[in-house]
């Protein structure tokens, strides 16, 4: 049974990261239901096909994670009468979605789950009893055949539907007022619970599924390598459970909802991403619509070795704005009274701007000075520079605010400007507060050449031109980061890591400012390889720790036997 969960798995994580092509809401997804948190379409026929054309087969892939490990002929076994003799049917869309719902105020549910299409439901079931436990007993339902794994687990099917299930639930302690304490509620057994939820699924309305969601169908317009869809509808139902009710607050959160896709192209991956809000949150929105992020506060920053930036621009009025639309403005100013402060204090005394800055990151050996043990000497921990810059808005409200850290020990009031308090120069942070900005480095002395503005940072042009212009952006540089860690430490990923400082480039991103209803997203994932596919790249990757995550397992293996006779009961092999 293991082999047969494990062998979706493998499918399901593959075809997450290597999706396929749709043109409209797939059939399938009648079986979803439309409080989904998240559903991601894919078709590992698709990406067969797609891999083919760059040489690539899954028999291949399948030699190269089995590569050398005679004790995996069982596994692979396995996941090839998966994929070619269970019946089911890849050229269909897969689909994984995630549901989450409270049960009263104790309760909280998770439920994940797979689709895939059957061509043969008499294939599937003697696969599973193939695979199966011999005391594993298919439970035969009105709408479905099912096999139950572990209480909270469900491989169920129909006639042309195949759907693994997970299901979860959380119970949170209660207190006890007689006896003064806190009692943990007992595990209950799932296995109910389990059915009746993948029952539901297989038996809604269409009207109750996801297909009737606005711009779920539409999503699929776009030709796309890969499919994501999220709503904030589907928190609607915790909100409702929730102890304190906020006015409002349902209106704003009801009916939003993002469709992202993804593409492989030569030496990218591109994930874009459009996020349609409601009425009311469009308003309040456009009505406080925040200019574009300040470049000139990365001028200054003094290092060559520039590896992460992010960079955000809004209106604080916003925060008011919401709060007025919630309805709470008083009570909070009402609970920040007694602190000498109002609610537009806090966000009125900076002025909107952010710009973090990390660079030079290494790995590097202890201080021989300062080792304890030869332990700590070989030990290696990572170091980098770190700045954070953001401008002063309203002086008197900002002042207001440093003075009250300063009562709480974060800083320290010089008379002319705030510094790090004791506890923040414990963790190793420089904290700088001026009538201009706040500032926090990981050191004086970058904060220093920092300010002084000698020495100006050194990012490529396009990098530049890409992150400006946007309410939001970013950019990291995997390539440099990589490059730090070292090969040959413990030998169990040195396969992974140095095909990964082979692969990546960097990563850049941005989200714009509300456009009508509708707020544009995007991330760029560059490889260094300009030409090949990335897919293509990638896979090569995925194998490679696939490779190592096996030999890892098989080592850890053969240790525990050899340092655990086979004879030994197993409850103490095993604990």
Same mark, same amino acid.
């Given at each position: 049974?293991?082999?047969?969960?494990?062998?979706?798995?493998?499918?399901?994580?593959?075809?997450?990261? !290597?999706?396929?092509?749709?043109?409209?809401?797939?059939?399938?997804?009648?079986?979803?239901?439309?409080?989904?948190?998240?559903?991601?379409?894919? #078709?590992?026929?698709?990406?067969?096909?797609?891999?083919?054309?760059?040489?690539? =087969?899954?028999? =291949?892939? *399948?030699?190269?994670?089995?590569?050398?490990?005679?004790?995996?002929?069982?596994?692979?076994?396995? %996941?090839?009468?998966?994929?070619?003799? /269970?019946? %089911?049917?890849?050229?269909?869309?897969?689909? @994984? @979605?995630?549901?989450?719902?409270?049960?009263?105020?104790?309760?909280?549910?998770?439920?994940?789950?797979?689709?895939?299409?059957?061509? #043969?439901? /008499?294939?599937?079931?003697?696969?599973?009893?193939?695979?199966?436990?011999?005391?594993?007993?298919?439970?035969?339902?009105?709408?479905?055949?099912?096999?139950?794994?572990?209480?909270?687990?469900?491989?169920?099917? +129909? &006639?042309?539907?195949?759907?693994?299930?997970?299901?979860?639930?959380?119970?949170?302690?209660?207190?006890?007022?007689? #006896?003064?304490?806190?009692?943990?509620?007992?595990?209950?057994?799932?296995?109910?619970?389990?059915?009746?939820?993948?029952?539901?699924?297989?038996?809604?309305?269409?009207?109750?599924?996801?297909?009737?969601?606005?711009?779920?169908?539409?999503?699929? &317009? =776009?030709? $796309?390598?890969?499919? !994501?869809?999220?709503?904030?509808?589907?928190?609607?139902?915790?909100?409702?459970?929730?102890?304190?009710?906020?006015?409002?607050?349902?209106?704003?959160?009801? +009916?939003?909802?993002?469709?992202?896709?993804?593409?492989? +192209? $030569?030496?990218?991956?591109?994930?874009t991403s459009t996020t349609y809000t409601n009425?009311?949150?469009?308003?309040?929105?456009?009505?406080?619509?925040?200019?574009?992020?300040?470049?000139?506060? !990365?001028?200054?920053?003094?290092?060559?070795?520039?590896?992460?930036?992010?960079? /955000?621009? @809004?209106?604080?009025?916003?925060?008011?704005? *919401?709060?007025?639309? *919630?309805?709470?403005?008083?009570?909070?100013?009402?609970?920040?009274?007694?602190?000498?402060?109002?609610?537009?204090? !806090?966000?009125?005394? *900076?002025?909107?701007?952010? $710009?973090?800055?990390f660079s030079d990151f290494a790995i590097q050996?202890?201080?021989?000075?300062?080792?304890?043990?030869?332990?700590?000497?070989?030990?290696?921990?990572?170091?980098? #520079?770190?700045?954070?810059?953001?401008?002063?808005?309203?002086?008197?409200?900002? &002042?207001?605010?440093?003075?009250?850290?300063?009562?709480?020990?974060?800083?320290?009031?010089?008379?002319?400007?705030?510094?790090?308090?004791?506890?923040?120069?414990?963790?190793?942070?420089?904290?700088?507060?001026?009538?201009?900005?706040?500032?926090?480095?990981?050191?004086?002395?970058?904060?220093?050449?920092?300010?002084?503005?000698?020495?100006?940072?050194?990012?490529?042009? +396009?990098?530049?031109?890409?992150?400006?212009?946007?309410?939001?952006?970013?950019?990291?540089?995997?390539?440099?980061?990589?490059?730090?860690?070292?090969?040959?430490?413990?030998?169990?990923?040195?396969?992974?890591?140095?095909?990964?400082?082979?692969?990546?480039?960097?990563?850049?991103?941005?989200?714009?400012?509300?456009?009508?209803? /509708?707020?544009?997203?995007?991330?760029?994932?560059?490889?260094?390889?300009?030409?090949?596919?990335?897919?293509?790249?990638?896979?090569?990757?995925?194998?490679?720790?696939?490779?190592?995550?096996? $030999?890892?397992?098989?080592?850890?293996?053969?240790?525990?036997?050899?340092?655990?006779?086979?004879?030994?009961?197993?409850?103490?092999?095993?604990?």
């Amino acid at each position: 049974m293991n082999r047969i969960i494990n062998g979706l798995a493998i499918l399901g994580i593959i075809t997450l990261v !290597l999706s396929s092509c749709s043109s409209k809401a797939p059939k399938e997804a009648r079986l979803i239901p439309k409080n989904a948190v998240a559903v991601a379409s894919v #078709n590992i026929f698709a990406l067969k096909e797609k891999l083919e054309k760059n040489g690539i =087969t899954i028999d =291949t892939l *399948l030699d190269k994670i089995f590569e050398k490990d005679s004790s995996g002929k069982v596994d692979r076994k396995a %996941i090839e009468e998966l994929r070619t003799e /269970a019946g %089911i049917n890849w050229k269909k869309d897969c689909h @994984f @979605f995630t549901v989450n719902k409270n049960e009263g105020i104790n309760n909280t549910v998770t439920v994940v789950a797979g689709i895939a299409g059957l061509s #043969n439901n /008499a294939k599937f079931e003697a696969y599973i009893k193939k695979y199966s436990k011999p005391e594993t007993k298919i439970i035969k339902e009105k709408n479905f055949d099912a096999i139950i794994v572990e209480g909270n687990k469900i491989v169920a099917w +129909d &006639k042309e539907y195949l759907m693994l299930m997970f299901y979860q639930e959380v119970s949170k302690p209660t207190w006890d007022s007689t #006896n003064m304490r806190f009692t943990i509620p007992n595990k209950t057994d799932l296995t109910a619970k389990t059915i009746s939820t993948a029952n539901s699924f297989f038996t809604q309305k269409e009207e109750e599924s996801i297909i009737g969601v606005k711009g779920f169908g539409e999503m699929f &317009k =776009t030709k $796309a390598d890969g499919y !994501l869809f999220t709503s904030t509808s589907s928190y609607l139902n915790a909100l409702s459970g929730a102890p304190i009710q906020i006015p409002k607050l349902e209106e704003l959160a009801k +009916d939003n909802y993002s469709a992202s896709t993804l593409s492989f +192209d $030569a030496g990218k991956i591109n994930i874009t991403s459009t996020t349609y809000t409601n009425p009311v949150l469009t308003g309040l929105l456009k009505k406080y619509a925040g200019p574009t992020v300040n470049l000139s506060l !990365l001028e200054n920053y003094p290092s060559q070795n520039i590896q992460g930036i992010f960079l /955000a621009s @809004f209106n604080p009025e916003i925060f008011g704005g *919401l709060l007025q639309q *919630l309805e709470v403005e008083g009570l909070v100013n009402s609970f920040l009274e007694r602190s000498g402060i109002s609610s537009k204090d !806090l966000y009125g005394s *900076l002025k909107g701007d952010i $710009a973090v800055i990390f660079s030079d990151f290494a790995i590097q050996a202890n201080d021989p000075m300062q080792r304890s043990t030869e332990k700590t000497l070989l030990a290696k921990k990572p170091v980098a #520079n770190m700045l954070m810059n953001m401008p002063v808005g309203n002086k008197e409200s900002f &002042k207001k605010l440093m003075l009250k850290a300063t009562e709480l020990g974060y800083v320290k009031n010089t008379g002319k400007f705030f510094t790090s308090g004791e506890l923040l120069q414990a963790i190793g942070l420089y904290v700088m507060g001026t009538d201009e900005h706040l500032i926090i480095a990981s050191d004086s002395l970058l904060y220093n050449a920092y300010t002084k503005g000698s020495t100006k940072i050194q990012i490529a042009n +396009d990098v530049k031109t890409h992150l400006g212009g946007k309410a939001v952006s970013f950019y990291v540089n995997m390539e440099s980061i990589l490059k730090s860690f070292p090969v040959g430490n413990d030998g169990n990923y040195d396969k992974s890591l140095s095909t990964a400082k082979a692969i990546f480039k960097d990563i850049r991103g941005y989200t714009n400012n509300i456009k009508d209803n /509708a707020i544009e997203s995007s991330i760029e994932w560059r490889l260094q390889n300009e030409k090949q596919n990335s897919l293509v790249t990638l896979v090569s990757l995925f194998t490679n720790i696939a490779v190592d995550m096996r $030999a890892v397992a098989k080592r850890e293996k053969e240790f525990e036997e050899k340092m655990i006779p086979a004879g030994v009961p197993g409850v103490i092999r095993t604990n």
